[in-house]
């Protein structure tokens, strides 16, 4: 059993940053792949950002170059860095984990990043 719980987001002009956490609960969180999504009003839910256990990163186009994913095993956190936030990344941010062992995907509550001027 694993509880993410996100958090950081808020309201930022254009340009700004935000640092979005994510801490986990229960044990196998060093061998989970762990990302974030993302989901705006008018869209799907779309994966921003991704990082395995060894610590390879994959992000999507529309946030390479302003995003950074990291994990913090020891601690149990998922972290992004967001900076030259634009209107477009406004969404509501998810969590998620993927337990590859017993195909399980584990999802937080979401928290929300409004970039308006």
């Known amino acids: 059993q694993v509880q993410l719980v996100e958090s950081g987001g808020g309201l930022v002009q254009p340009g700004g940053s935000l640092r979005l956490s994510c801490v986990a609960s229960g044990s196998g969180f060093r061998i989970y792949t762990m990302a974030w999504y993302r989901q705006a009003p008018e869209n799907e839910r779309e994966l921003v950002a991704r990082?395995?256990?060894?610590?390879?990163?994959n992000y999507a186009d529309s946030v390479k170059g302003r995003f950074t994913i990291s994990r913090d095993n020891a601690a149990k956190t998922l972290d992004l860095q967001m900076n030259s936030l634009k209107p477009e990344d406004t969404a509501v941010y998810y969590c998620n984990a993927r337990a590859l062992a017993i195909h399980r995907d584990y999802w937080g509550q979401g928290t929300q990043v409004t970039v308006s001027s």
């Open positions: 990082i395995t256990s060894g610590g390879s990163t």
